[in-house]
Structures are given as C-alpha cells and as structure tokens.
C-alpha cells in the first residue's frame, strides 16, 4: 500500500482523505491519478520479456482467457472502507471495515446503525495505518471467533481475535479481546494487514517490509524479522504457533485463497518502479522466497541482495506492471460465484492509483482489463469475497460497489 499516498496529493481526493497523507520514504510520489515515475526509478516496463516464470501479456486472445464484461452494483457508501467480507455460510450479512477502526453491516442490503466492532480508540489510522482487515474463523458459526488486523496507537501490527456476541449477532463483544500476535513496526508504511484462512484452518497474515522505502534494513530476508513475510497462524492451539510461511515481500497488502483449488494469489505492491501479482499452488510447504528486496518483480532492486539469491530458488511474479499502468497493486480474488459464470475461474486484480481493474485466467494466463469495472472506481482499496463467492470493490472514498452482470 506504498501509494495511499499517490493520489492523496490529488485535490480531488483530499477531501474525506486528509487523514491518509503520509511521509513515503525515499521517492515521494505527488502525481495525482496516474502517478508518474518518480526519480531513480526504472523505465516503466510492464512485462518483460524473458524474465522466469511469467505469464505474458501478449498472449494470443482467445475467447477462454477474455472475461466477460460487467457492471458494478453500489451497495452503501462507507467512512474509508478498506476491505469486505462474510462469515463462511453467512448468505445475508456483508461486513465492512473501515480504516479508523470500525466494522460495519449490510444485512440484507441494508446498512445496520450500529457498528459490528469499533476499536477506533486503540487504532492509529493516519497513512497506511489502521483497521485493516478482518477474517471469520472456518467455525464462526459455533464459536463465533473473528480475527482483526490493526496498527495499534504506537502503530505496531496487532492481530486480535473477538467473539460476537452470543446475545446479538450482529454486535461484537469487545471484552472477548485477547491478542494473538504483536509486531512491531519500525516506520509507519508498509503495514500489510490482510489476514485470510487458507486450506487447512490456519490463519495467514500478510506483514510489510516495516516500511520507510527500499526496505533499509532489508528484513524481507531477515528470517529472524517477521516483517516482510506471509504468515501462518495455527490459532487452534495456546499460544498460537506462528510459521514463517513465505519471505521476500515488500507490502503483500492484499492476498486470497482461490476457495476452489486453494491457491495462493498475492498482490505485492512495488517500490518505485513495479508492481507484482505472485502465485504459490495449493499445498505448498512453508518455504518459499517472493525475492524482495533483491528484486522488484523479475527487475533488480538491491543488487547486493539479489547476488546472494539463488534466482532458481526464488518464486517469480506471474504478473507485473510498470508505472505506465498503475502505482500500487490492490490484490483480489479469483470469482467462484454463480452470477457470473464466463467470469468463472478468473483473478481479479487493480490498481489502487489508476483504477485499472484487471482478469486473469490461472497463473499462465494473460492480463485483461475487466471491461464494465476497468477504470470505473477510484481509490480501489481492496476486493472482497460474500459467502458466495461473489465479489466486490472497495474504493477508500466510500463507495462499495458488487460485481454483476451486465
Ligand atoms: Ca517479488
């Protein structure tokens, strides 16, 4: 999520934003919707050719690997939503988070008065910081237990369980807090803060490099640092069992499960120059290397760091995109709904910046804009999946809109 700060230079979004400006490290950015480069950063390249293990974009078109266009229905306006979700099963509730610290309902299409959870007075939410995500327990339905992801006012990750509340379902019991695990933070970007379920019952969370740019004091790579990993939480036992499950992430600020094949889909959003979408299969151990902060993409970003990778040994981005298409990759999900079915099979993916919307048809698969949704929303802060497996789009300016058809 390097560029909340891209467009918050923007006039145009400055207003509800203030808040979300924030000190980028190195290379501020101040172009508006279409960042441009910034100093010391590469030609935009896109998709390189002959880089290792990548889908191309030039991909002959064929009718299997085109999405079909779509619409966007609007489904409430929120105060800066930052990610969407539904318990397993749960067919009639959606639940929103927003980024100052609160949870909100849509229950059967309607927006409940009252907050699900706010915990904006233990949340710091200025620039990358905030609630950020939540996650259902498999079981929420017998145990109710749901899984938070905030900064903390000294701006430090803490990934809080809660239960609802047994009395009403659509209110949290905020005594039921019990904090599962602590990172600290040593700069105030670069947060990650999804957490997602994956195969299995155990809960992933996706940590950023710690921040500042460049990942100065390269703990991507630092097996002893959690920040710039993915994850793995067995929260079934006490004390949770952490498991570094993947290193060399800058800012994996959105990840999903594909809830069909149980693979891994990461959106890790670039530096200066590029932005990636790795793929990890169904089942694979703990384990694999993501590159940063040797590599930005397939490109070389600390050249000392990239000379003691084993480049066969790291896991290359199956997509990337240079400055030319975006600023800071929003990650999505792969639609396994019914109302859509020639979407079926499909990655979606954004930009935050640009408000780009792209499909992708499996890892190898090329890149296509999502006519109906492409360039639509601004602000594409995130995607989010219902019990269904529809999905939808998150703008932090308020705006949640579902993906349907035509
Ligand atoms: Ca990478």
Redesign the pocket.
């Known amino acids: 999520m390097r560029s909340f700060i891209v467009m918050i230079v923007g006039a145009a979004v400055l207003v509800g934003l203030g808040a979300l400006v924030l000190l980028q490290g190195p290379s501020p950015t101040t172009a508006a919707s279409i960042p441009m480069p910034t100093a010391g950063s590469k030609p935009a390249g896109g998709e390189t050719p002959g880089a290792p293990a990548r889908a191309t974009s030039t991909a002959a078109a064929s009718a299997v690997t085109r999405p079909p266009a779509v619409s966007l229905k609007p489904m409430g306006t929120f105060d800066q939503p930052v990610y969407l979700t539904s318990p397993p099963g749960d067919t009639s509730r959606l639940f929103v988070v927003e980024k100052m610290g609160r949870i909100r309902i849509v229950k059967n299409g309607s927006e409940l008065a009252t907050p699900f959870l706010d915990i904006s007075r233990l949340v710091s939410s200025d620039g990358e910081q905030g609630l950020l995500s939540m996650a259902f327990d498999p079981r929420f339905a017998t145990n109710r237990r749901f899984y938070v992801n905030y900064t903390n006012v000294a701006g430090d990750t803490r990934v809080v369980r809660y239960q609802a509340s047994s009395a009403d379902p659509d209110i949290a019991a905020p005594s039921s807090a019990k904090v599962l695990l602590r990172v600290d933070q040593p700069y105030a970007n670069h947060n990650g803060g999804q957490l997602q379920f994956g195969p299995g019952g155990l809960l992933f969370v996706g940590m950023g490099d710690g921040g500042s740019g460049g990942d100065p004091q390269r703990r991507a790579q630092d097996p002893r640092s959690r920040l710039g990993k993915l994850l793995r939480l067995n929260v079934n036992v006490s004390p949770v069992r952490v498991t570094t499950y993947a290193k ?3 800012n994996p600020w959105r990840f999903s499960f594909d809830r069909s094949t149980g693979a891994l889909w990461i959106g ?1 959003v670039g530096q200066n120059a590029y932005e ?1 979408i ?1 793929y990890l299969r169904a089942g694979r151990p703990a384990g694999a290397n ?3 902060n040797g ?3 397939t490109h070389v970003y600390d050249a000392q760091v990239a000379a003691k990778l084993n480049k066969a040994s790291l ?3 199956v997509a990337q995109y240079g400055r030319e298409l975006g600023s800071s990759v929003t990650g999505g999900y792969v639609y396994r709904g019914s109302a859509i079915p020639a979407l079926r099979g499909f990655y979606l993916f954004a930009d935050f910046g640009s408000g780009h919307v792209w499909a992708k048809k499996g890892p190898g698969g090329a890149r296509r804009a999502l006519s109906g949704a492409d360039g639509q929303v601004t602000l594409v802060a995130s995607f989010g999946q219902d019990a269904r497996g529809e999905l939808y789009i998150v703008s932090l300016g308020g705006p949640v809109y579902k993906i349907v058809a035509p």
């Open positions: 060399g992430l800058r890790d990636e790795d993501l590159g940063w590599y930005e993409g896991t290359w981005p």
